[in-house]
């Protein structure tokens, strides 16, 4: 993934208000990320648990979405695989992400939520950078570059689903 700056990120969102995209909070750091390690940029709202955020190109251009995270914990005690990258968690390491649809089928208050690293470092996890808390991330036939093509394409999936309503209209 390229560099992001602020505006570009808070110029991406599709499924809030142009306040609300100006009022997150954005990551620490956006300069010392790893950028050309990442598939997507994802963050955990660190003034708000309930809520994160995920950049990624999709269709040619730069599309955000904010996620609301459950505020329940998870049983330490049950292994969770995340949909888009594939790595197994312990307990809490994967939640359940919703996100509003964007459009009319957002205001109406339609929403798309998938299973995803809660700490959405799927890229870094994929590519060795980052281990599972208590569980190891099981061998796969698959070359590196088939299991980031994998992640990309599952995380298209997901933000085809949000865009659903836009997409249509264009």
């Known amino acids: 993934m390229r560099p992001l700056n602020e505006t570009e990120i ?6 809030c208000s142009k306040g609300e995209a100006r009022r997150l909070n954005l990551p620490r750091g956006l300069a ?3 950028w050309e390690e990442l598939d997507f940029l ?3 709202d660190q003034g708000a648990p ?11 251009e730069l599309v955000g979405v904010t996620l609301r995270v459950p505020s329940f914990r998870r049983s330490m005690t049950k292994t ?3 949909s ?12 359940l992400l919703t996100a509003r649809r964007a459009g009319a089928a957002g ?4 929403t798309v939520g998938t299973y995803i690293c809660a700490d959405l470092a799927c890229s870094l ?9 208590s569980v190891t991330r099981p061998d796969e036939s698959l070359p590196l570059e088939d299991q980031i093509a994998r992640t990309v394409l599952n995380l298209d999936a997901f933000l085809a689903q949000v865009r659903t309503d836009t997409l249509a209209a264009s």
Not at 10 to 15: D, G, L, Q
Not at 50 to 60: I, K, N, P
Not at 107 to 110: A, I, K, L, S, V
């Open 10 to 15: 808070r110029a991406s969102f599709v499924n």
């Open 32 to 34: 010392e990320l790893p």
């Open 42 to 44: 994802g963050w955990r």
């Open 50 to 60: 309930d809520r994160a955020y995920l950049v990624a190109e999709h269709r040619g």
């Open 80 to 82: 969770n695989v995340c």
């Open 84 to 95: 888009l990258c594939v790595t197994a968690h312990a307990g809490s390491g994967v939640a």
């Open 107 to 110: 205001r109406e208050g339609n």
């Open 125 to 133: 996890y994929v590519r060795g950078r980052k281990k599972s808390a």
